[in-house]
Nanobody
Framework: QVQLVESGGGLVQAGGSLRLSCAAS????????MGWFRQAPGKEREFVAR????????YYADSVKGRFTITRDNAKNLVFLQMNSLKPEDTAVYYC?????????????????WGQGTQVTVSS
């Protein structure tokens, strides 16, 4: 079992930046693929980005490619999402998620572990 806690959300103007963090605790001796998802009001939860256990491979939704960057620090059990050039349509609750090593995809169902989420609001 792994527990995830997100931080770093807030209110930012369009064009601005935010850095989200996700701290993992519990059974972190096993390596996990990590992902970020988001959910806007009235919409389905959607994939944003994911990173493999060793951090070598990253994948992004087309809507954030070139603006967002996912990284991880395995020594500190942290995952980050650097968000630049933010747009009002990026407004959502952002969730950190963990999947068993090499089993992550862009689907919610591939991730058994979830944080509580952090609100990101981008004003126009």
């Amino acid at each position: 079992q792994v527990q995830l806690v997100e931080s770093g959300g807030g209110l930012v103007q369009a064009g601005g930046s935010l850095r989200l963090s996700c701290a993992a605790s519990g059974r972190t001796d096993s390596n996990y693929d990590m992902g970020w998802f988001r959910q806007a009001p009235g919409k389905e939860r959607e994939f944003v980005a994911r990173i493999t256990g060793g951090g070598r491979l990253t994948y992004y939704a087309d809507s954030v490619k070139g603006r967002f960057t996912i990284t991880r620090d395995n020594a500190k059990n942290l995952v980050f999402l650097q968000m630049n050039s933010l747009k009002p349509e990026d407004t959502a609750v952002y969730y950190c998620a963990a999947a068993l090593l090499h089993q992550s995809t862009s689907y919610v169902s591939a991730f058994p572990y979830w944080g509580q989420g952090t609100q990101v609001t981008v004003s126009s």
